[in-house]
């Protein structure tokens, strides 16, 4: 373990050596490489000290496997935070629908900065934003692509007999260009590159893997849709983007999957595979309020003799009806206290019943009298003759 860490220093480029060019992609994504490939080896390392061949294309199939399984723990806060997103967003979409009503059929300038004005303070009241629902896929992108370009870079590399940008020293990146899947299909060959070589078999594998990935997303996103969501969730624009997503993403992957290599497909299958069993779990045990989910799991938990209080906890179902029992009676409680509405009184009937008239803004009391006007019992003083 001490050679990895010692070798995990930074090489030439492949395209500076090759080229002499400059990859500002390569640049960016320089420190996610040096990362990626650091788990690549630690997990190679691992499995070839439990005694797999180091050159066999298995080992490095489980360190990609492996590489995925840290990316994905690391990822877990997102997820979470994710989910308490996408909860606000819903309790917030009555709010948000008024808004876009208020707005609607203006197009004009000042409304449309008007509704947008309105809907971020909304975000910011309550904590949330469309953009959280998305973080843990924006934030794995860039590994995704720094696992591209590691193994896009491994043919260059073993080629000029170079290393790559950290811990992939010459001899792994020989060792990794040379490993094959089953001893048929290479980690860096793309199906694109299988088809023109006449690679039957390596054809077949990235046809069945890419099928796969595309079945699995599939499901994930089907999952969501069709268990997961609230019955208002389903009436909104969003609700109809996502069913047109769950039928388009397809597409793109089937695009992606022809000219990506087997290891990356590997890492996005895997990785598709973590998603839909977390998703499974989340579904299950944390399931949108209100969604089918939830009701199949309050009918779980009934056949149990449990149920959920207030606060969102499992408690037995003794304890969650006296919860339900208390708090009735503190809503009669105080609805009993709070102060009764008096009916505005009319002046007639007001002064049937002998009492002020309420409600008016010009009614005053009985012995008030308009300023000039003579006093009870007095005579009007007479005006002078001329």
Known sequence: MLDLLASATPSPSPTAAAGGG??????????????????????????TAIGLPPADGITWVLAIVGLVVVVRAALIPLFVKQIKSQRKMMEIAPELRKIQDKYRGKKDQ????????ETMALY??????????????????????????VLSSVKVNAELGLGGVGALSPELTKQFYDASLFGVASLHE????????????????????VVLMIASQFFTQLQIISKNLSPEAKTGQAYQMQRIMLWVLPFA??????????????????????????QFIVIREMPTPGSEAAKQREERLARKGKAIDSSGKVVPMDKYL????????????????????????????AKKQGQRPTGGTNSRPQNQRPPGSAAEGSSPTPEPNN
């Not at 990859?23 to 990626?36: G, R, S």
């Not at 000042?110 to 004005?117: G, H, Q």
């Not at 953009?131 to 924006?138: E, K, Q, R, T």
């Open 124 to 149: 910011k009241k309550h904590g949330t934003s469309p953009v959280s629902g998305c973080l843990p896929l924006l934030v794995q992108m860039p590994v995704f692509f720094s696992l591209y370009s």
């Open 110 to 117: 000042l409304s449309r900065e008007a509704m947008s004005r």
């Open 22 to 47: 400059f990859d500002l992609f390569a640049i960016i994504l320089w420190p996610l490489k040096w990362v990626v490939e650091l788990i690549l080896v630690a997990w190679h390392w691992l499995f």
């Open 253 to 278: 992957f089937v695009f992606s999957g022809v000219f990506f290599p087997l290891g990356v497909v590997l890492y996005w299958f895997t990785s598709n595979i973590w998603t839909m069993v977390q």
């Open 190 to 209: 793309t199906l694109i590159d299988a088809w023109n070589t006449g690679n039957t078999p390596a054809v077949m594998i990235l046809v069945v893997l």
């Open 322 to 349: 006296a919860e339900q029992q208390r708090l009735l009676e503190e809503a009669e409680k105080t609805k009993a206290q709070a102060p009764k509405r008096e009916q505005p009184m009319s002046k007639q009937r």
